[in-house]
């Protein structure tokens, strides 16, 4: 199978799948922006995660790794270990989606279900590397070959010479939009990119704002289960608080309706997280009118069930 | 934007979007059989019907063309007539899908809507034809200009070298899989290719072993509404009559089951004539253990409420 002829090597050719570029001509008149979709949602266990797990268990000379993941870097991280022939742990909440569960026992990892109103994830990850000294414990964001293996989706998007005056991206903990701006940078690229991140969890744009880093107080309750994040990475801060061009606060109604429109005028199927970017267009168009918007889509792993009280 | 390396050009280069491959790892295990998906999904219009629709109506004199279609052809001719400066007036029937009716007019086409109890889309586009003798009719697949436009698919999939021993079309009037014979030949490509059509409406399957045309007494029930046709057109039945390895006979339950594992497994929003390739595998596996499957997916244009019927 030949390559896409855009694209340059990069740390992860041959393993990844390349970015999947969809022009949205309905979308665009919808919105009445111009966007094109950079979707993940095909990515090797249907998120962006398998770049930065996949950089991660190939790096690290452990046989053994640990994380703490309410879904898609579990199963990216699982993916990458078979591969490697590693072996792997996934801590998860109780309350993450059946599907992802279901995918990380699928890959062979073992899954660790956690009451978080009972332990944290802090504190049950120092508890089971008390247990397992061996393991390398693989933070979702806050780790440098995550921002490494993330790097190689700026990369591609740099490569391809898309038609886009800037990417808006979704911030959890940062390691997406990081991963971005230091790949873009690394290719001499200064494309800007945007943040887009729920209204309801946004201590990153409060920290944009405010110049330092702060937190929420516990994690928020946001339909975007890759967002749930306590605050941005320390290493992920250091890039994006003078890399963002800032970042959108994104209501929760502006995620359904994204995840509804993408489905309706792109036949994409995306998860709550993934329709963050378009929901930041639907929030503030007028931030956009202007301008061509490569929406990065990060991922499409979500239950049927709410899936469709979403779209119906 | 860079094009796909691996593509040559032909004649719709720079105009259609070049078919989506998405190697899917988890949909292969589930199947245990090793499928890559062929995916028309993201064409624009949302089906591989504009291939065929822009080459008709950019090949043809006229400046308004007149089509009957339950909606994939009409919604592509509509756009490809929009894109051409050129009217165009699309005959379906009431009972077409409710977002298929909505995109036809959103493209500026006029949609005359019958009652097929009261009155056939044949005597219909009669009528029309009597009262607009300037207008072009396009059939949706029994067509020459159709089967070239349709080609431009074969032509993608011979120059992309995929690693498949076989690829797998849906089956209806027989214009995509005319067409992705024709293409691949062309290309002095040799790739076998298999038609997946619904059993209640297995007049394609029936010629097939006949080794003449025949048709369905009436218009077959099937959820796969791109394969309610009657019988292949006969320019279609030209090519497919040596040129297909066979045809899977698929059971309306295999359609739904592909919908769902498409959606679980491949991240893929498919409307039910879109899954047929898939659905061929699951209700024939045996046939197809050995072998690597190319499953052309071709188009994804579904209501969100059948959409979750199928799914929940």
């Known amino acids: ?73 579990g199963q990216a991280l699982a993916h990458a270990c078979r591969l490697l022939g590693k072996t792997c742990t996934v801590i998860m909440p109780q309350t993450s989606a059946r599907v992802k569960i279901d995918a990380v026992r699928e890959e062979g990892a073992t899954v660790d279900l956690i009451d978080v109103s009972r332990i944290s994830r802090q504190a049950r990850v120092r508890e089971l590397m008390g247990q397992m000294p061996e393991a390398y414990f693989a933070s979702a964001y806050d780790d440098d070959w995550v921002i490494a293996g993330n790097a190689t989706l700026g990369m591609e998007i740099a490569d391809l010479d898309l038609p886009v005056d800037l990417v808006v991206a979704p911030v959890g903990g940062g390691g997406l939009t990081a991963g971005i701006l230091t790949g873009l940078r690394e290719r001499g690229n200064n494309l800007p990119v945007t943040g887009a991140e729920p209204l309801i969890g946004n201590d990153a744009a409060r920290s944009l704002r405010g110049g330092c880093l702060v937190a929420n107080e516990t994690e928020p309750a946001t339909l975007a289960d890759g967002a749930r994040t306590v605050s941005l990475g320390l290493r992920n801060w250091e890039v994006l608080r003078d890399g963002l061009t800032g970042i959108v606060e994104v209501p929760e109604a502006r995620i359904v309706e994204a995840i509804r429109l993408l489905f309706l005028m ?45 779209i119906g």
């Open 266 to 310: 792109a036949n994409l199927k995306v998860e709550p997280t993934g329709a963050l970017a378009v929901a930041a267009v639907l929030t503030d168009p007028e931030r956009f009118r202007t301008r061509r918007v490569g929406c990065v889509i990060s991922g499409g792993n979500v239950d049927p069930g709410a899936f469709c009280s979403w």
């Open 1 to 73: 199978m030949k390559p896409l002829s855009g694209l340059s090597e990069h740390p992860l050719s041959g393993i990844v799948r390349p970015v999947t570029v969809i022009q949205a001509p309905r979308l665009s008149e919808r919105l009445e922006v111009p966007v094109v979709l950079l979707s993940e949602t095909f990515q090797f266990t249907g998120s962006f995660k398998f770049r930065a797990a996949y950089r991660v268990a190939s790096s690290v000379p452990n046989r053994t790794l640990l994380t703490a993941s309410s879904g898609n870097f």
